[in-house]
């Protein structure tokens, strides 16, 4: 009877002790795993040699979080269906900034290049439309202090709308050199006899040197419709 009992005691003892053990290998194995599926960017691959840079987390690269190039500041531009003046104006100031940064390395562009032509032609081509997205961004400005029609009612308020035409005059004017700029990067981008996958921008440039679209006629036009407005308007006196 002892017998038994004891050897059932230490039956049960054994088996607690194999549990415990098997217990002390899982989480002894298992923080290695969960660390590996957590941080993979962790994970030796390269051996001893591994460089340190490639432990850095991929969404803490500096580089991917702060924009550096004429790209980066390009791909922030953006307008929703609806926006105000500071959007323009937080558009114009972030494509000025794109004017001045340098460009991606060719193999990282916004399209493949496979020749410097290409990339000559590619650089021309965003030069042109960052400068057409500027004059954009003014004239959406313009349009708002500027009046469609004055009428004979409107003399009551003749010194306001006369300011307001002239803030809708200076932006007008400010886009003007911008489109200066976009003809001449539209043209020095047709000295390369290629085409790259930049598709809008293309057709952009295409209609800008065979005329089809010219914004100095229309900037133009609209400097003249203003005149006339402040001449109904009597000068705003």
């Known amino acids: 009877m002892n017998r038994a009992r004891t050897s059932s005691g230490w039956g049960r003892s054994c088996r607690g002790a194999c549990a415990g053990a098997l217990i002390a290998v899982i989480f002894s194995v298992t923080p290695l795993a969960s ?10 691959e390269g051996g001893p040699f591994t460089p340190f840079s490639d432990f850095i987390p991929k969404s803490r690269l500096h580089n991917k979080t702060v924009p550096h190039y004429l790209e980066d500041y390009y791909l922030l531009y953006g307008l929703k269906m609806y926006y105000n003046e500071d959007t323009l104006r937080m558009n114009i100031a972030r494509l000025k900034t794109a004017l001045a940064s340098k460009f991606r390395h060719p193999s990282e562009a916004l399209v493949k290049i496979d020749s410097e032509d290409e990339y000559s032609r590619y650089r021309n081509l965003m030069f042109m439309h960052l400068n057409m997205l500027i004059m954009r961004s003014y004239l959406g400005i313009a349009a708002r202090y ?9 003399q009551d308020w003749a010194k ?14 400010e886009a003007l050199p911008y489109w ?3 003809v001449k990067y539209a043209e020095a981008a047709g000295e390369y006899k290629i085409t790259t996958n930049l598709g809008f921008i293309e057709n952009e440039r295409y209609r800008i040197v065979k005329g ?4 100095g006629k229309i900037i133009e036009n609209y400097l003249e419709k203003l005149d006339e407005k402040k001449g109904k308007l009597g000068g705003g006196e």
């Not at 660390?35 to 030796?44: A, H, I, W």
């Open 160 to 173: 306001e709308i006369a300011e307001s035409l002239d803030i809708a005059a200076t932006h007008y004017r």
């Open 212 to 215: 089809e679209l010219d914004f």
């Open 146 to 154: 500027d009046k469609r029609d004055v009428k004979f009612y409107n």
């Open 180 to 182: 200066e700029e976009a």
């Open 35 to 44: 660390e590996n599926t957590q941080y993979p960017n962790l994970r030796d």
